[in-house]
């Protein structure tokens, strides 16, 4: 059983719903925002090992969300951000990677690959403690 935290920033509420309860019966420990202010906000203050973040949402984008992240300096500079949005086009995927995003996923969310992902992408990390 895992303990690492992600950061679930989406504006509808029932698809923080959803991946409140995929995130949580994988072990994860759970934290949400409903717009891109709030998740910046949170990410500086509880630095998550992962944050899946919707890109169109009020207040501030993704696109912002994750601009500013990438200028922070040590852990949450390089923090793994899963882009999640209803764009599937080819030319939508190359965007979200050249704007720092490390992943991709489209809605509706497939509820069996989002926890591989997951998985997947913290192997990566090397552990932190947060600031």
């Given at each position: 059983?895992?303990?690492e935290t992600i950061l679930v920033v989406e504006d509808?509420?029932?698809n923080r719903i959803l991946m409140r309860q995929i995130l949580a019966y994988h072990g994860y420990t759970v934290l949400e925002a409903?717009?891109?202010l709030t998740g910046l906000e949170m990410a500086r203050e509880h630095q998550p090992a992962l944050i899946l973040l919707d890109i169109q949402m009020p207040v501030m984008n993704g696109f912002a969300v994750i601009r500013e992240l990438r200028?922070?300096?040590g852990y949450l500079g390089k923090c793994k951000?899963?882009?999640v949005t209803s764009f599937a086009m080819?030319?939508?995927r190359e965007k979200v990677?050249?704007?720092g995003f490390d992943e991709f996923v489209t809605k509706p969310i497939d509820t069996r690959k989002l926890p591989e992902l997951i998985k997947q992408i913290l192997s990566q990390v090397e552990p932190h403690e947060p600031a």
């Open positions: 059983m895992t303990t509808n509420e029932q409903a717009d891109g200028k922070q300096p951000v899963i882009a080819k030319g939508d990677f050249q704007a």
